[in-house]
Protein backbone atom coordinates (compact mmCIF):
# COMPACT_ATOMS: atom_id res chain seq x y z
CA UNK A 1 0.00 0.00 0.00
CA UNK A 2 2.39 2.45 0.85
CA UNK A 3 4.64 2.00 -2.42
CA UNK A 4 1.32 2.72 -4.09
CA UNK A 5 0.94 6.09 -1.91
CA UNK A 6 4.71 6.59 -2.72
CA UNK A 7 4.59 6.49 -6.60
CA UNK A 8 1.10 8.69 -6.03
CA UNK A 9 3.74 11.45 -4.14
CA UNK A 10 7.31 11.24 -5.15
CA UNK A 11 6.97 13.80 -7.96
CA UNK A 12 5.91 16.08 -4.88
CA UNK A 13 9.41 16.57 -4.41
CA UNK A 14 10.45 17.70 -7.85
CA UNK A 15 7.48 20.49 -8.03
CA UNK A 16 7.14 23.88 -6.52
CA UNK A 17 3.21 23.88 -5.31
CA UNK A 18 3.23 25.23 -1.65
CA UNK A 19 0.18 24.68 1.16
CA UNK A 20 -1.58 27.91 1.72
CA UNK A 21 -3.39 28.58 5.40
CA UNK A 22 -5.48 31.68 4.49
CA UNK A 23 -3.10 33.93 2.79
CA UNK A 24 0.36 32.75 4.23
CA UNK A 25 2.09 30.13 2.34
CA UNK A 26 3.11 27.22 4.39
CA UNK A 27 6.47 25.03 4.15
CA UNK A 28 6.35 22.70 0.64
CA UNK A 29 4.34 18.98 1.63
CA UNK A 30 5.88 16.13 -0.11
CA UNK A 31 4.24 13.61 1.75
CA UNK A 32 1.06 13.13 4.23
CA UNK A 33 -0.21 9.83 6.17
CA UNK A 34 -3.52 10.43 8.33
CA UNK A 35 -2.29 13.99 10.20
CA UNK A 36 0.97 13.92 9.68
CA UNK A 37 2.97 15.98 7.10
CA UNK A 38 6.35 15.27 5.23
CA UNK A 39 7.94 19.05 4.32
CA UNK A 40 10.82 19.31 1.68
CA UNK A 41 13.12 20.74 4.22
CA UNK A 42 13.25 17.17 6.01
CA UNK A 43 14.96 16.16 3.25
CA UNK A 44 17.79 18.58 3.22
CA UNK A 45 20.81 16.76 4.01
CA UNK A 46 19.50 13.03 3.24
CA UNK A 47 21.03 13.52 -0.28
CA UNK A 48 24.77 14.01 -0.37
CA UNK A 49 26.64 15.98 -2.93
CA UNK A 50 28.27 14.40 -6.15
CA UNK A 51 25.18 12.03 -6.75
CA UNK A 52 23.59 11.52 -10.04
CA UNK A 53 20.30 12.64 -10.43
CA UNK A 54 19.05 9.15 -10.80
CA UNK A 55 20.45 8.45 -7.67
CA UNK A 56 19.09 11.63 -5.77
CA UNK A 57 15.38 10.28 -6.81
CA UNK A 58 16.09 7.16 -5.69
CA UNK A 59 17.75 8.25 -2.01
CA UNK A 60 14.78 10.70 -1.80
CA UNK A 61 12.49 8.03 -2.88
CA UNK A 62 13.11 5.60 -0.13
CA UNK A 63 13.45 8.14 2.48
CA UNK A 64 9.49 8.74 2.09
CA UNK A 65 8.54 5.05 1.77
CA UNK A 66 10.39 4.61 5.11
CA UNK A 67 8.62 7.94 6.75
CA UNK A 68 5.55 6.44 4.99
CA UNK A 69 5.77 3.11 6.79
CA UNK A 70 6.89 4.77 9.93
CA UNK A 71 3.49 7.03 10.09
CA UNK A 72 1.72 3.68 8.83
CA UNK A 73 2.95 1.31 11.64
CA UNK A 74 2.94 4.11 13.92
CA UNK A 75 -0.91 4.81 13.63
CA UNK A 76 -1.72 1.12 13.49
CA UNK A 77 -0.22 0.34 16.73
CA UNK A 78 -1.31 3.24 18.23
CA UNK A 79 -5.24 1.80 17.16
CA UNK A 80 -4.31 -1.42 18.87
CA UNK A 81 -2.79 -0.22 22.31
CA UNK A 82 -4.66 1.21 25.69
CA UNK A 83 -3.99 4.73 26.57
CA UNK A 84 -2.04 3.37 29.20
CA UNK A 85 0.73 1.46 27.00
CA UNK A 86 1.42 4.65 25.30
CA UNK A 87 2.26 6.95 28.25
CA UNK A 88 6.23 7.20 28.15
CA UNK A 89 6.39 10.63 29.89
CA UNK A 90 8.49 8.63 33.09
CA UNK A 91 10.54 6.62 31.07
CA UNK A 92 11.36 9.58 28.48
CA UNK A 93 12.18 11.60 31.74
CA UNK A 94 14.81 9.40 32.95
CA UNK A 95 16.14 9.14 29.27
CA UNK A 96 16.64 12.67 28.94
CA UNK A 97 17.65 12.56 32.67
CA UNK A 98 20.33 9.65 31.82
CA UNK A 99 21.40 11.67 28.80
CA UNK A 100 22.46 15.14 30.25
CA UNK A 101 24.38 13.68 33.48
CA UNK A 102 26.19 11.39 30.67
CA UNK A 103 26.78 14.60 28.93
CA UNK A 104 27.69 16.39 31.62
CA UNK A 105 29.84 13.70 32.87
CA UNK A 106 31.33 13.00 29.42
CA UNK A 107 32.38 16.74 29.32
CA UNK A 108 34.22 16.56 32.47
CA UNK A 109 36.16 13.22 31.82
CA UNK A 110 37.48 15.68 28.40
CA UNK A 111 38.41 18.35 30.75
CA UNK A 112 39.79 16.87 33.36
CA UNK A 113 41.01 13.53 32.75
CA UNK A 114 44.90 12.64 33.29
CA UNK A 115 45.84 10.60 30.27
CA UNK A 116 49.21 10.22 31.22
CA UNK A 117 50.20 6.28 32.35
CA UNK A 118 53.60 6.22 32.97
CA UNK A 119 55.32 2.65 32.94
CA UNK A 120 56.30 2.49 36.69
CA UNK A 121 52.10 2.63 36.63
CA UNK A 122 51.84 -0.16 33.84
CA UNK A 123 54.14 -2.34 35.97
CA UNK A 124 52.69 -2.16 39.22
CA UNK A 125 49.37 -2.73 38.19
CA UNK A 126 50.55 -6.12 36.51
CA UNK A 127 52.25 -7.09 39.68
CA UNK A 128 49.46 -6.31 41.59
CA UNK A 129 46.64 -8.24 39.16
CA UNK A 130 49.08 -10.89 37.83
CA UNK A 131 46.51 -13.50 37.84
CA UNK A 132 43.95 -11.83 36.06
CA UNK A 133 45.97 -12.31 32.97
CA UNK A 134 46.42 -15.61 31.50
CA UNK A 135 46.97 -16.29 27.67
CA UNK A 136 44.04 -18.20 26.19
CA UNK A 137 46.52 -19.48 23.99
CA UNK A 138 50.11 -20.35 23.56
CA UNK A 139 52.71 -17.77 22.31
CA UNK A 140 56.30 -18.13 21.31
CA UNK A 141 59.00 -15.85 20.62
CA UNK A 142 60.88 -17.07 17.41
CA UNK A 143 63.74 -16.09 15.13
CA UNK A 144 63.69 -17.71 11.53
CA UNK A 145 65.60 -18.12 8.26
CA UNK A 146 63.60 -18.72 4.85
CA UNK A 147 65.78 -20.47 2.25
CA UNK A 148 64.92 -20.94 -1.27
CA UNK A 149 64.99 -24.16 -2.81
CA UNK A 150 68.01 -25.80 -4.56
CA UNK A 151 70.58 -23.55 -2.09
CA UNK A 152 69.55 -25.75 0.53
CA UNK A 153 72.78 -27.29 0.80
CA UNK A 154 75.07 -24.03 0.03
CA UNK A 155 77.87 -23.15 2.19
CA UNK A 156 75.53 -19.55 3.04
CA UNK A 157 72.21 -21.48 3.81
CA UNK A 158 74.73 -23.99 6.10
CA UNK A 159 76.21 -20.85 7.30
CA UNK A 160 72.48 -19.45 8.37
CA UNK A 161 71.68 -22.18 9.68
CA UNK A 162 74.63 -22.13 12.45
CA UNK A 163 74.50 -18.30 13.18
CA UNK A 164 70.34 -19.05 13.99
CA UNK A 165 71.41 -22.08 16.65
CA UNK A 166 74.14 -19.88 17.95
CA UNK A 167 72.81 -17.82 21.18
CA UNK A 168 76.24 -15.04 20.43
CA UNK A 169 75.08 -11.52 19.60
CA UNK A 170 77.68 -11.35 17.17
CA UNK A 171 76.13 -14.46 15.07
CA UNK A 172 72.77 -12.31 15.01
CA UNK A 173 74.71 -9.83 13.42
CA UNK A 174 76.22 -11.83 11.26
CA UNK A 175 73.54 -13.71 9.78
CA UNK A 176 71.60 -10.46 8.86
CA UNK A 177 74.94 -9.28 6.89
CA UNK A 178 74.80 -12.91 5.07
CA UNK A 179 71.01 -12.30 4.28
CA UNK A 180 71.52 -8.62 3.16
CA UNK A 181 73.60 -10.28 -0.23
CA UNK A 182 71.96 -13.50 -0.72
CA UNK A 183 68.05 -14.87 -1.27
CA UNK A 184 67.60 -15.58 1.93
CA UNK A 185 65.69 -14.09 4.36
CA UNK A 186 65.81 -13.51 8.28
CA UNK A 187 62.99 -12.91 10.80
CA UNK A 188 64.72 -11.44 13.88
CA UNK A 189 63.42 -11.69 17.15
CA UNK A 190 63.33 -8.48 18.55
CA UNK A 191 61.39 -9.81 21.47
CA UNK A 192 58.31 -9.93 20.09
CA UNK A 193 55.73 -12.74 20.94
CA UNK A 194 53.40 -14.06 18.55
CA UNK A 195 50.83 -16.65 19.04
CA UNK A 196 51.74 -20.08 17.97
CA UNK A 197 48.33 -20.38 15.88
CA UNK A 198 49.64 -17.39 14.17
CA UNK A 199 53.25 -19.19 13.15
CA UNK A 200 51.45 -22.09 11.81
CA UNK A 201 49.91 -20.03 9.25
CA UNK A 202 52.98 -18.16 8.92
CA UNK A 203 54.93 -21.11 8.09
CA UNK A 204 54.65 -24.76 6.65
CA UNK A 205 53.62 -26.45 9.78
CA UNK A 206 51.95 -29.16 11.35
CA UNK A 207 51.65 -29.02 14.79
CA UNK A 208 48.90 -31.36 16.34
CA UNK A 209 50.26 -31.14 20.05
CA UNK A 210 51.59 -27.90 20.90
CA UNK A 211 52.47 -27.79 24.15
CA UNK A 212 54.38 -31.03 23.60
CA UNK A 213 56.19 -29.89 20.49
CA UNK A 214 57.13 -26.55 22.38
CA UNK A 215 58.44 -28.63 25.74
CA UNK A 216 60.52 -30.36 23.67
CA UNK A 217 61.84 -28.34 20.52
CA UNK A 218 63.96 -25.14 20.43
CA UNK A 219 65.44 -25.65 16.84
CA UNK A 220 62.95 -26.82 14.28
CA UNK A 221 63.29 -27.92 10.24
CA UNK A 222 60.52 -27.28 7.75
CA UNK A 223 59.90 -26.79 4.48
CA UNK A 224 57.07 -26.52 1.80
CA UNK A 225 57.87 -27.01 -2.30
CA UNK A 226 59.49 -23.47 -2.60
CA UNK A 227 61.38 -22.96 0.54
CA UNK A 228 63.20 -24.49 3.79
CA UNK A 229 62.74 -23.17 6.94
CA UNK A 230 65.28 -22.94 9.90
CA UNK A 231 63.35 -22.02 12.94
CA UNK A 232 64.30 -20.98 16.49
CA UNK A 233 62.35 -20.89 19.54
CA UNK A 234 63.42 -18.75 22.00
CA UNK A 235 60.50 -18.60 24.24
CA UNK A 236 57.56 -19.73 24.56
CA UNK A 237 54.77 -19.75 27.01
CA UNK A 238 51.70 -22.51 27.44
CA UNK A 239 48.11 -21.16 27.65
CA UNK A 240 46.55 -20.61 31.08
CA UNK A 241 49.47 -19.37 32.40
CA UNK A 242 50.69 -15.68 33.15
CA UNK A 243 50.63 -13.29 29.83
CA UNK A 244 53.37 -11.42 29.41
CA UNK A 245 53.34 -7.59 30.31
CA UNK A 246 54.69 -6.76 26.79
CA UNK A 247 51.20 -8.31 25.75
CA UNK A 248 49.09 -6.70 28.47
CA UNK A 249 50.51 -3.05 28.32
CA UNK A 250 47.80 -1.93 26.09
CA UNK A 251 44.46 -3.19 28.31
CA UNK A 252 46.48 -2.25 31.40
CA UNK A 253 46.49 1.11 29.93
CA UNK A 254 43.11 1.37 29.17
CA UNK A 255 42.37 -0.59 32.71
CA UNK A 256 43.79 2.54 34.55
CA UNK A 257 42.34 5.18 32.71
CA UNK A 258 38.86 3.70 33.20
CA UNK A 259 39.51 3.12 36.66
CA UNK A 260 40.77 6.82 36.72
CA UNK A 261 37.63 7.73 34.80
CA UNK A 262 35.08 6.09 37.27
CA UNK A 263 37.26 8.18 40.42
CA UNK A 264 36.76 11.53 38.89
CA UNK A 265 32.95 10.92 38.62
CA UNK A 266 32.87 9.35 41.94
CA UNK A 267 34.55 12.32 43.52
CA UNK A 268 32.76 15.06 41.44
CA UNK A 269 29.50 13.22 42.57
CA UNK A 270 29.94 12.91 45.76
CA UNK A 271 31.29 17.16 45.95
CA UNK A 272 27.94 17.56 44.29
CA UNK A 273 26.26 15.96 46.88
CA UNK A 274 27.59 17.70 49.69
CA UNK A 275 27.58 21.11 48.63
CA UNK A 276 23.62 20.55 48.17
CA UNK A 277 24.04 18.57 51.58
CA UNK A 278 25.52 21.63 52.85
CA UNK A 279 23.42 24.25 51.16
CA UNK A 280 20.30 22.58 52.05
CA UNK A 281 19.17 22.30 48.93
CA UNK A 282 17.17 19.08 49.29
CA UNK A 283 15.23 17.44 52.00
CA UNK A 284 13.88 13.66 52.52
CA UNK A 285 10.98 13.56 54.43
Known amino acids: MSRRILMLLIPAVFLSACRFLGNQPEE ?4 FAYDKYLY ?20 ARQ ?7 QQVLLNHAEGNLAKDQMDFEKQLENYRNSLIIYEYESELIRQKLDT ?16 NFQLRENIVRVSYVKI ?11 KAKQYLQSSGPEDKEKIIELCENTT ?25 DQENF ?15 YFVRINDYKIRESTSPLSLETESIRNMILNRRKQELINNMQQEVFQEALKNKEFEIF
Open 148 to 158: PRGIEDSPKAK
Open 116 to 131: VVSVEEIETFYRENES
Open 184 to 208: ITYRPDDENWIAFSDLMRELPLEIY
Open 214 to 228: LKNRSFHETGDSLFI
Open 63 to 69: YIDNWIR
Open 40 to 59: RSELEGVVPGGVTPADSVEI
Open 28 to 31: EVIA
